[in-house]
């Protein structure tokens, strides 16, 4: 195993920068803070971590700062994704000399596409289950997460269904509480989705929360998948990798990853960096925030974050998954969406500017499919306003002067 994984992080410091990356280096790989019997220079040569570091213009911060390099031989820890978040994120965060570090981007050696399956639906196989080749998905998420019924929940997913929808997800902290334990919601909601494809042909993707312990996990996706239903959805960070890896070798749907957690995740990770991992674990969907988002996060960090998960790991494996854009879209994003990610393969989801139109939840659906629409045809908003009610009824109640 003569190949290597490479990180490349932003390092913050006050100290010496090449004294403090040959100490991470040797924290991360073959150093001990004393030499002790049996640990011989040929040792370290086989297993040290290769370091290099270079001074970064950084105008946002008031402390040096640098690239730092790191790589380590695949020999170290085998293909092993659970070793590598030990070994590229585990003691370096909290060393002497640190004042901040953030991993940028890493790379895997060709064996990892060999032990981890990738996507197993990714864009063409949830294209293929929704029944639509080339457009944007248009979604929403059910809320209130907390104090809907199943019944209720039901009850809008038939007024969904009736507008058009192509996807539904739960919220995040919709999973299995009292108040819509999830074998009645799953129950109900696909009774309404069955009806509904029966009738006109279109089979709503639902993707319910499954998030729990792995064997309710494993158990609520064959309930899923009996009952004719189409995805499933986790949450990334309360499963944990080795969680989620046992789930995928389980798992029969796509699987719709959420993101939630991300803030506390993103001050010692870049999302290009993160999202390497779970595609080559095996999600379908990621979450990757919106343009003018209710969050911190900037435009062209959401764009980055879209444009990495539609960019190939591996030649031969691409696991190439689809983005999802949500907080607070409207059908005022559509086209600097478009304009910045030229691709419409992503699921574009909207809760309030959805629910909220003016004239109910089907114009709320039309109008944005009008403005994506508009978008890709290279039509202006306005313009395209001047001719589809709905746009214009959207553009008032969601536009700037709203």
């Given at each position: 195993?003569?190949?290597?994984?490479?990180a490349?992080?932003?390092?913050?410091?006050?100290?010496?920068p090449?004294?403090?990356?040959?100490?991470?280096?040797?924290?991360?790989?073959s150093g001990?803070?004393?030499?002790?019997?049996?640990?011989?220079?040929?040792?370290?040569?086989?297993?040290?971590?290769?370091?290099?570091?270079?001074?970064?213009?950084?105008?946002?911060?008031?402390?040096?700062?640098?690239?730092?390099?790191?790589?380590?031989?695949?020999?170290?820890?085998?293909?092993?994704?659970?070793?590598?978040l030990?070994?590229?994120?585990?003691?370096?965060?909290?060393?002497?000399?640190?004042?901040?570090?953030?991993?940028?981007?890493?790379?895997?050696?060709?064996?990892?596409?060999e032990?981890?399956?990738?996507?197993?639906?990714?864009?063409?196989?949830?294209?293929?289950?929704?029944?639509?080749?080339?457009?944007?998905?248009?979604?929403?998420i059910?809320?209130?997460?907390?104090?809907?019924?199943?019944?209720?929940?039901?009850?809008?997913?038939?007024?969904?269904?009736?507008?058009?929808?192509?996807?539904?997800?739960?919220?995040?902290?919709?999973?299995?509480?009292?108040?819509?334990?999830?074998?009645?919601?799953?129950?109900?909601?696909?009774?309404?989705?069955?009806?509904?494809?029966?009738?006109?042909?279109?089979?709503?993707?639902?993707?319910?929360?499954?998030?729990?312990?792995?064997?309710?996990?494993?158990?609520?996706h064959?309930?899923?998948?009996?009952?004719?239903?189409?995805?499933?959805?986790?949450?990334?960070?309360?499963v944990?990798?080795?969680?989620?890896?046992?789930?995928?070798?389980?798992?029969?749907?796509?699987?719709?990853?959420?993101?939630?957690?991300?803030?506390?995740?993103?001050?010692?990770?870049?999302?290009?960096?993160?999202?390497?991992?779970?595609?080559?674990?095996?999600?379908?969907?990621?979450?990757?925030?919106?343009?003018?988002?209710?969050?911190?996060?900037?435009?062209?960090?959401?764009?980055?974050?879209?444009?990495?998960?539609?960019?190939?790991?591996?030649?031969?494996?691409?696991c190439?998954?689809?983005?999802?854009?949500?907080?607070?879209?409207?059908?005022?994003?559509?086209?600097?969406?478009?304009?910045?990610?030229?691709?419409?393969?992503?699921?574009?989801?909207?809760?309030?500017?959805?629910?909220?139109?003016?004239?109910?939840?089907?114009?709320?659906?039309?109008?944005?499919?009008?403005?994506w629409?508009?978008?890709?045809?290279?039509?202006?908003?306005?313009?395209?306003?001047?001719?589809?009610?709905?746009?214009?009824?959207?553009?008032?109640?969601?536009?700037?002067?709203a």
């Open positions: 195993m003569s190949e290597r994984i490479t490349t992080y932003q390092l913050h410091t006050k100290a010496d090449e004294r403090l990356a040959a100490t991470i280096a040797g924290e991360q790989s001990t803070f004393v030499a002790i019997p049996g640990e011989d220079e040929a040792l370290k040569a086989r297993a040290a971590a290769h370091w290099h570091i270079e001074a970064l213009p950084d105008m946002s911060s008031s402390l040096p700062s640098y690239r730092l390099t790191l790589s380590w031989p695949l020999a170290n820890l085998g293909p092993s994704l659970t070793n590598v030990a070994t590229v994120a585990g003691n370096l965060y909290e060393l002497r000399g640190v004042d901040a570090l953030r991993l940028m981007d890493i790379e895997l050696p060709s064996a990892f596409a032990v981890y399956p990738g996507p197993a639906f990714g864009i063409e196989g949830t294209r293929k289950l929704i029944g639509i080749p080339k457009a944007p998905l248009i979604g929403t059910i809320k209130p997460s907390v104090g809907l019924s199943a019944a209720d929940t039901a009850a809008l997913v038939e007024q969904l269904c009736a507008a058009g929808i192509d996807f539904i997800k739960d919220d995040e902290l919709q999973a299995d509480g009292p108040a819509c334990p999830f074998d009645e919601r799953l129950r109900l909601c696909m009774q309404v989705i069955r009806r509904h494809a029966e009738k006109t042909g279109h089979k709503v993707m639902y993707a319910f929360n499954l998030t729990g312990e792995l064997d309710e996990m494993k158990r609520r064959d309930k899923v998948l009996s009952e004719g239903g189409t995805a499933v959805m986790l949450s990334l960070n309360s944990g990798m080795t969680g989620f890896n046992a789930f995928r070798r389980h798992a029969q749907l796509p699987i719709h990853a959420h993101r939630n957690g991300w803030g506390y995740v993103q001050a010692g990770w870049s999302y290009v960096a993160w999202q390497k991992l779970w595609r080559l674990a095996g999600v379908d969907h990621m979450h990757v925030n919106g343009i003018a988002n209710k969050f911190q996060e900037a435009d062209d960090s959401v764009i980055a974050s879209a444009r990495a998960c539609l960019q190939p790991l591996f030649a031969h494996k691409p190439i998954v689809m983005p999802v854009f949500s907080s607070g879209q409207t059908v005022m994003q559509a086209h600097p969406t478009w304009e910045s990610l030229q691709s419409t393969d992503v699921i574009f989801l909207a809760g309030g500017g959805l629910f909220a139109h003016p004239g109910g939840i089907a114009a709320g659906v039309r109008a944005l499919r009008q403005s629409e508009a978008a890709m045809a290279g039509v202006s908003l306005q313009q395209a306003a001047l001719s589809h009610r709905e746009l214009r009824e959207a553009v008032a109640t969601f536009g700037p002067t």
